[in-house]
């Protein structure tokens, strides 16, 4: 490692009265003396260490991580793969006045017998650059993959640290602090296409704001472990408060680091300053953008600390309180460990496997083979629960009551237009699909390493590997081959190398019972913009608190995604805009991100005899909370009705490239497959007091104040009607920026335009009774689709809050614009080549006949108004 024009101008060490005394002490001129600490803790304050450095810049020629891995590429000789930064520079912000420089601060101190440590850390902002990213072997030849592109990390605002414990560094009984301040940050992927144009994606305003109290400590099995409790320890939902064994974790709200020119609007810390989430991922599109030096590579408006130029794409975050908190960071090692097994009988377990499998090329063979996973990588987990309003654990004042001020420090989750000038939707509220349970989220086991291989494999799923696919006996909507998971689609004896990230059995448990439509700030807004109608609960009677609110949780999810770069032929990818137009990037090679991806969910949670459970889901979800007329021992309780798509079983894959041309991201997707089942369902949620009863529903057992069964979606009694289905193709599409909101009120949309062609004899889309299980099938699909989909936010008449959902479906797009050659046209007629209608159980069913649509468009608008 080769360190540049790094020049330390200023270093100051802050010594105590302690250590000066004992330094003239050692020196025979002078006869001091002699005080107690006691006595000098009175002169100082306390005892320590402080050091404030500055410097000019840093300039390193390469950083990596080297990675044992399994050889899938011919002429490997060792296991050893490494991801290489290039050309990593700091820099002065181009976002700050203030200079490079970082100041430490260390005291220890001890209290009944035990030692503590208190330990400061403060960083100006910087522009930290790395010229090329790229992953290479150490073989002779050193061969590397393409780079992926050019790096930005830009701040605004000081980065903070601090740590304190009570005992030592590591205990599992005593409780420590940490305060991480990762705030207003800007990272920046560059591409300079085959154009000579540099394109961007930005992570805007990145914050990772916390407050963590708990325990630390390291275990030879679970490695580094963080958790909130202290070891033995458990949090009760409704009585237990913030103690010295029960910790949590506040993600705190952010100061936007732009001027005063930037108005608060739905979110403002008490000096009506803007702020954005504690937890917030922010993300933007740049294009064309001047690539001359650092300062114009990653310049920010004056006002605003803005990326100059970008457009926003989506924004997600959160905020709050959060409690039975751990994160979990170790390493991995696979050789002695098998292949997971994909069978009738093996479902999405891969305890005691390598996990991804063996390492392979595209010619079916390897140089070195062995697990893919190898034995240095990188394991972690993490997952918390969340709070509501009236839970106990925001009691800080520790007097059995939640104030006011406590219950704003309740969980809440974001999603919206990134940027200003932008409407978004806030989720609150947040608890389990069980009734007294809370919301909660676990990323599941989390893999990362360097691969060398062609495919790696991908955990089966009960639900497609047991669901019959039409009538024949032994057939399912899934096989075996479908849980191979290709990289890349390149048929030789060398493999790109690439970054992978494998999950294991992830899951987000939350319902939001209570949403609102939110502002977000605004700088220069478009002319007659008036913003949506907050419900914040400001007022009882004009601005109370809505009650409905909306449902994303999923259960087991599984996934793998690979990276890495790579060039590609230009006229063979695709930007879309608005309109649906469709133009090639360029001639010649161009830059991309290699990708690839694989991802399950389960629908329900089941036992070991995979028996449904019903308390944990995948669903999407609209709820009324609105009062129940019925009451109850505990009152008036909220009706908690549902409707949506419930119990989703999920498979997605794909492997293409990724660009970020013409300030859009660009997907290209080869042999894509997309299998789903589905339940559309209407009813209560769990445990849910009922509101009325019909004439006869006490034969079900419905009574006065009774409730929904508590394994309710486990049961098949709200349920519509079934769906099910399987397609495969090649997608090409691009997301479109479009984050601001117009003069003529339509809002600020999320834009999905492309084309999807149909491959394969087995794409299917099959509608079932939910109780006999008849089934009425559209079978062997083909020809190709346009889409042109949109989310849009925006506001009524009234100035409430909607959400639409655009939908444009242009099928055979080349004979319905009239664009393409005769067998473009004859090639993309879209055909349900049989129509069949299937009985309960097993047999072939019955053929209908089938529908061919040689061209025409398909448009719908959902709009959803809240009754507030």
């Known amino acids: 490692m080769k360190k540049n024009n790094q020049n330390h101008n200023t270093t100051c060490f802050t010594m105590t009265t302690l250590a000066l005394s004992l330094l003239l002490a050692s020196h025979s001129a002078f006869a001091l003396q002699r005080l107690d600490d006691s006595a000098l803790r009175n002169v100082n304050g306390q005892d320590g260490v402080q050091i404030a450095t500055t410097y000019d810049a840093v300039d390193v020629q390469q950083f990596y991580w080297e990675d044992d891995a399994g050889r899938g590429s011919n002429g490997a000789t060792n296991t050893k793969l490494r991801a290489i930064a290039e050309g990593f520079k700091i820099r002065q912000s181009n976002a700050s006045t203030l200079a490079l420089g970082t100041d430490y601060k260390i005291n220890i101190g001890s209290e009944a017998g035990k030692s503590g440590l208190d330990l400061e850390l403060s960083s100006n902002p910087s522009l930290i650059t790395v010229d090329a990213f790229k992953i290479c072997d150490t073989e002779a030849s050193a061969r590397c993959s393409d780079p992926v592109g050019t790096l930005g990390i830009q701040t605004s605002s000081a980065i903070g640290l601090s740590f304190k414990t009570r005992d030592g560094l590591f205990s599992k009984t005593s409780q420590s602090s940490l305060v991480l301040g990762l705030k207003n940050i800007n990272l920046y992927l560059g591409q300079v296409d085959v154009n000579n144009q540099l394109n961007q994606l930005i992570l805007k305003n990145l914050n990772f704001n916390f407050l963590g109290k708990g325990v630390m400590y390291v275990d030879d099995k679970e490695g580094l472990r963080i958790q909130t409790n202290s070891v033995g320890t458990a949090n009760a939902l409704t009585t237990d408060k913030p103690s010295s064994t029960l910790g949590y ?49 990653y310049a920010v408006t004056s006002d605003t600390k803005s990326p100059t130029g970008a457009v926003g794409l989506i924004r997600v975050g959160a905020s709050g309180r959060m409690v039975n908190g751990s994160l979990q960071v170790r390493g991995l090692e696979s050789a002695t460990r098998p292949n997971p097994i994909i069978a009738v009988g093996q479902y999405g377990n891969p305890n005691n496997t390598n996990i991804l499998g063996t390492s392979n090329n595209g010619a079916g063979a390897a140089a070195l083979g062995g697990n893919i996973m190898g034995n240095s990588g990188i394991a972690f987990r993490m997952k918390a629960d969340f709070t509501t309003d009236t839970d106990m654990m925001l009691d800080t004042n520790m007097d059995g009551t939640v104030s006011a001020a406590e219950k704003t420090n309740a969980t809440t989750l974001e999603i919206g237009g990134a940027g200003l000038n932008t409407y978004g939707f806030e989720f609150g509220n947040l608890t389990g699909l069980q009734s007294g349970t809370r919301g909660s989220f676990d990323s599941g086991n989390v893999y990362i390493n360097l691969v060398d291989s062609k495919s790696v494999v991908l955990p089966a799923n009960y639900m497609f590997q047991t669901s019959r696919f ?182 997605l894959k794909g492997a293409g490239t990724i660009g970020v041309e013409k300030g859009s991201f660009n997907v290209s997707l080869k042999d894509m497959l997309i299998v789903m089942s589905a339940e559309l369902a209407a009813g209560y949620l769990p445990g849910s007091t009922y509101k009325t009863c019909a004439q006869n529903i006490n034969a079900l057992g419905c009574a006065s104040g009774s409730s929904a069964p508590t394994n309710n979606f486990a049961l098949k009694d709200d349920v519509l009607l079934g769906l099910k289905l399987r397609l495969g193709g090649n997608m090409d599409f691009s997301l479109i920026p479009n984050n601001e909101y117009k003069n003529d009120g339509t809002g600020n949309s999320l834009n999905i335009v492309g084309d999807f062609e149909l491959t394969g004899s087995n794409n299917t889309i099959q509608i079932s009774d939910p ?25 009524d008449s009234s100035g409430e809050g909607m959400v639409g959902f655009n939908t444009g479906l242009t099928f055979n797009p080349a004979g319905t614009n009239g664009t393409g050659t005769g067998t473009d046209k004859i090639a993309g007629v879209f055909r349900a080549r049989d129509i069949n209608l299937y009985p309960p159980t097993t047999g072939a069913g019955a053929r209908l006949g089938e529908m061919v649509l040689t061209g025409g468009r398909l448009s719908s608008q959902l709009g959803i108004i809240p009754r507030n």
């Open 249 to 297: 974790v506040d993600f705190t709200r952010v100061e936007d680091s732009g001027s005063s020119a930037i108005t608060a609007q739905s979110y403002k810390n008490g000096t009506n300053k803007a702020t954005n989430a504690g937890l917030n991922l922010e993300f933007m599109m740049n294009k064309n953008v001047n690539n001359t030096d650092n300062n114009t590579r």
């Open 470 to 651: 039409g009538g024949t006996s032994g057939s399912y909507l899934t096989n075996a081959a479908d849980y191979t998971q290709n990289i890349h689609t390149g048929t030789g004896n060398t493999n790109p190398y690439s970054m992978l990230i494998a999950v294991r059995g992830a899951e987000f448990q939350a319902i939001s019972r209570q949403g609102r439509f939110t502002n977000s700030a605004t700088y220069n807004p478009a002319s007659g913009y008036q913003p949506i109608t907050e419900h914040d609960g400001s007022n009882t009677t004009t601005n109370k608190l809505n009650s409905w609110g909306l449902a994303l949780p999923f259960y087991n999810l599984n996934a793998n995604m690979a990276m890495y770069g790579t060039k590609i032929d230009a006229s063979t990818v695709y930007t879309y805009d608005m309109s649906g137009n469709k133009a090639a990037i360029g001639v010649g090679q161009t830059p991309r991100l290699g990708f690839s991806l694989a991802m399950s969910t389960d629908g329900i949670d089941r036992n070991g005899s995979f028996i449904a459970q019903g308390n944990k889901t995948t669903s999407i979800l609209v709820i009324d909370g609105g009062d129940n007329d019925n009451n109850t021992a505990n009152g008036i309780q909220p009706a908690n009705y549902y409707m949506g798509l419930r119990n989703v079983d999920m498979l």
């Open 771 to 795: 109780v006999d299980g008849s089934t009425l099938g559209l079978d062997n699909l083909t020809g190709k689709l346009a889409f042109n989909n949109a989310i849009v936010v925006g506001r």
